[in-house]
């Protein structure tokens, strides 16, 4: 058995705040209303109490800003003085400012997105602010709203919100004073009097540029155990958190299912060895907490032997030989010819060595 409670503090002076306690129990089919729940909530005010099987709500409200402990205890029903069967105990946030938060949204192809407190330059970047106002206590209330962007920059709006078209990379705090008025009846005198209230509130404000571009440097081309190196260079503003994987077919990757990375330059190196041929793809996203860009890189795989460019060089160095070899045979032939026709000039035979023999008798 555990008793649970919470409340939905901060809230202002005047306004009411709920404080919830439920019993958690391993066994719940037992008789209605065997429990009672005991509040200690002073010095606040008690607005409302309701009591149910095993929860019960109690509604307070504070004139005073301050941190109120409310505690609670559960007994049996039907015995008050009984030793607790659960207890426990809340802290109670008034103060006498409005409440509230600020947040940041980017606003891109008609799509708000929030990341936090980046946003991206050159991008509509919307600054709201969300009043925390469980009671409705400002239901009659007008605001105005100062806007204060740290460089001199300064907007007064009726509406929660304001647009920045901001172009600066950097760090800059965004500061606002809320103001609200309205009109009410005075405990004293019971005229209408004007009562105000403000707050201030200050949200950090990070420009960052977008990522608008992912260049795969590298071969289109491999083989079956050959290792296959390839650069990413990115364009956006790091750190970065790049998630890859290759596959079959080319795939949006959602999540963590892939090659996760956080990078702090501009500049990955992948390598990678396929043990298959055939058509892969490699899918890489790359985000900066403001935008994401996805690409696609396409990878033909080879069987394993002899690449494609060593066939042409070999039969470039084959039709080279023959062509050698014929240019030498052809030169042959002309130089023996060429031979014989000289040869043919002079006489060898007996009858010429006889007929000279003759004239030198003479």
Known sequence: MSLEITNNSPITTGAQATVQARLRMKNENV?????????????????????QRFSSVINVTGEFPGTFPVS????HKNCWLCRPVARNITVLQITEFITGNLTIAQIEDSRVTTHGSSSSMDTVTRISFSL???????????????WDFGDGVYHITKEPFVYCNCSSKGNRTVHLKAVAEWEQTGSVIHERETMQKTGDFTTALELLDAVKSINVVGSR???VMENLNLSLHINGTPPLALCWLI????????????????????????????????????????????TMLQTYHGIKVRPAGIHPAFFVLLCTA?????????LYTAFRSNTQQKDLVEVADFDFSPLSDEHQSNRSKR
């Open 31 to 51: 008789t209605s209303n065997l429990y009672h729940f005991n509040w200690v909530y002073a010095p606040l005010i008690l607005i409302e109490k309701s009591e």
């Open 72 to 75: 609670v205890w559960v007994t």
């Open 132 to 146: 925390h106002d469980p009671s409705h206590y400002f239901k009659s209330a007008s605001f105005v709203y100062n």
């Open 221 to 223: 081309e491999t083989h």
């Open 247 to 290: 596959k079959s077919e080319c795939i949006p990757l959602e999540g963590d299912k892939c090659h996760l990375v956080e990078i702090s330059g501009s500049c990955y190196n992948l390598s990678h060895t396929f043990r298959d041929a055939g058509q892969y793809c490699l899918s890489v996203r790359v985000e900066n907490g403001v």
């Open 318 to 326: 084959l039709v080279s030989v023959m062509l050698v070899l014929v």
